[in-house]
């Protein structure tokens, strides 16, 4: 195979879809497909997904590339899978799924979290550098094995979801670094499972799969898998990374400072930093380069309000469709009339971690319009990213440009917003593909040695500057959105009551 022909897979599992690209030896994305699959909730606080919709809605992605590109399918180099994460999901001896995946805005293990590991939270602070929140794997691991020990006995290795499609692919079980930091069992220093804190809980290493870097090589894939996927049977498979990792590789950033943001369903926003550094309210996560990790809080339902307005408030509307609400928004006055709204549907992570909030829209009345609705929600998830980016250590918030990418960008008006609620100038990366998909297949392009390219100033497109004449607007709104926050959230603690009054 010659070394020009090289074809490159990279698949990202998102919350809602997956996406899968080809690249070639240049870097250049040459195809992107995409097919979803469903979130299974039984209640507000429970989220899962079957670990098979996963492996369908991949397969299904990379045989539409295949079948537009056959020629490219047959030089597949190598094939690298981010995902969401953390999520707990096991296998048994069989190699079958134990559960279904508890992912990670389940909320199931709050209670695991106040009572069972608060004595050991400055040991995991220590250890781990995050707080401790239902977010992540280990209080969900302790909740199973509490709840439900048969599934917790029965477990033989936990997987993340891009580890599940690896080991379908090669029948090897791993877990990149950048996974395993956010199961919160992850000693940061050693960059491997934390004996300790096992021995401390009482749970079994020995069910977690080994801990390799992201552009480890594990295997070749397997006959059987390359003939189903219609590609290459010696595409090498490497380990992979996360969704949030796989996006700034996949920009280029690679550089302490640098802040780049993802918005899609949820919204991320995120600084580079050179070492491991703890913030209570924001994560820390670790880069693809060994020695690079980054600070990042996200904001759990942003897109993913604007799709709730229209499946649920909007439904049966044929004008219900994202691109309508773009131009309704940007018919409306900025701040809305006054309207403010929380984007706490399925409660908040950073910078809050309050599980129990819900949704807020204040101010709306008889004459209130859809474009009020809907510009009041674009301006309360970026009043919600600016929580996060004032969490930042102070050094990296002055004269910083932020790298925006997701599906949250195609909106110019909500970009814009945005620029003006961080008054920030915001670069889009503009590309038919998406940021995760090029990191996963520039961390494939590595894992056979091969150095991804350096990205230049040709995919950005646009720049949103902040317009300073609506600074004052978008000021006084963001601390009436502080407030509105702050009188509401005890009511969200308080006992239900039946309407008895008993």
Not at 19 to 28: L, M, N
Not at 90 to 116: P, T
Not at 269 to 276: A, E, F, R
Not at 320 to 344: C, D, H, I, N, V
Request: net charge neutral; glycine share 8%; aromatic share 12%.
């Amino acid at each position: 195979m010659l070394f020009d022909d090289s074809i490159f897979l990279g698949i990202d599992i998102g919350t809602s879809s997956v996406k899968a690209g080809f690249v070639d030896a240049t870097g250049r994305g040459l195809l992107q497909t995409s097919a979803e699959y469903p979130t299974y909730y039984e209640d507000d606080a429970s989220a899962e997904q079957d670990a098979w919709d996963w492996w369908r809605a991949a397969t299904k992605a990379v045989q539409m590339l295949v079948k537009q590109m056959p020629k490219q399918a047959q030089l597949v180099r190598a094939i690298s899978i981010s995902s969401h994460s953390p999520a707990l999901f096991g296998i048994d001896k069989e190699g079958k799924a134990v559960n279904r995946g508890i992912i990670w805005m389940d909320q199931r293990a709050e209670d695991i979290c106040s009572q069972e590991l608060e004595p050991y939270k400055e040991y995991i602070y220590q250890y781990a550098m995050n707080r401790i929140n239902s977010y992540y794997m280990l209080p969900k691991m302790l909740w199973q094995k509490k709840y439900h020990p048969k599934d917790y006995e029965k477990t033989v290795c936990y997987l993340q979801p891009n580890g599940w499609l690896v080991y379908l692919l090669t029948g090897k079980c791993v877990t990149d670094v950048t996974n395993a930091n956010l199961t919160q069992l992850m000693n940061v220093y050693t960059l491997d499972w934390d004996k300790e804190i096992f021995c401390r809980l009482g749970l079994d290493i020995e069910k977690m799969a080994p801990v390799v870097s992201s552009i480890s090589c594990v295997g070749t894939i397997l006959p059987k898998m390359a003939r189903m996927w219609g590609i290459s049977p010696n595409a090498s498979v490497a380990a992979g990374c996360i969704d949030g990792s796989a996006t700034p590789f996949g920009l280029g950033l690679s550089s302490p400072g640098d802040i780049f943001e993802m918005s899609g369903t949820s919204s991320g926003i995120g600084v580079i930093i050179s070492q491991p550094y703890f913030c209570k309210n924001l994560c820390l996560m670790k880069h693809i380069r060994k020695d690079l990790w980054f600070l990042k809080g996200s904001t759990s339902c942003s897109g993913g309000s604007l799709k709730w307005f229209r499946d649920y408030i909007d439904e049966g509307r044929e004008d219900s469709t994202f691109e309508e609400y773009s131009r309704l928004a940007q018919e409306t006055e900025p701040g809305a009339k006054g309207l403010l709204f929380l984007p706490y549907l399925n409660g908040e992570r950073a910078p809050l971690w309050e599980s129990r909030l819900r949704g807020v829209s204040l101010g709306f009345g008889v004459s209130t319009t859809r474009g009020e609705m809907i510009r009041a929600m674009m301006e309360g998830t970026a009043y919600a990213l600016r929580t996060i980016f004032e969490e930042f250590p102070e050094r990296y918030r002055g004269n910083k440009t932020i790298l925006g990418t997701g599906g949250g960008y195609n909106s110019a008006i909500w970009s814009q917003i945005k620029a003006d609620v961080l008054e920030c100038p915001i670069k889009v990366y503009r590309t038919e593909f998406d940021a995760a998909v090029l990191g996963s297949a520039y961390v494939a392009m590595e894992s056979v040695g091969i150095l991804p390219p350096k990205i230049t100033e040709k995919p950005y497109t646009t720049t949103y500057y902040p317009n300073p004449q609506l600074t004052a607007i978008y000021r006084r709104q963001y601390q009436r959105f502080r407030r509105l926050y702050e009188v509401t959230r005890e009511l969200f603690y308080e006992e239900n009551k039946d309407v008895s009054g008993n």
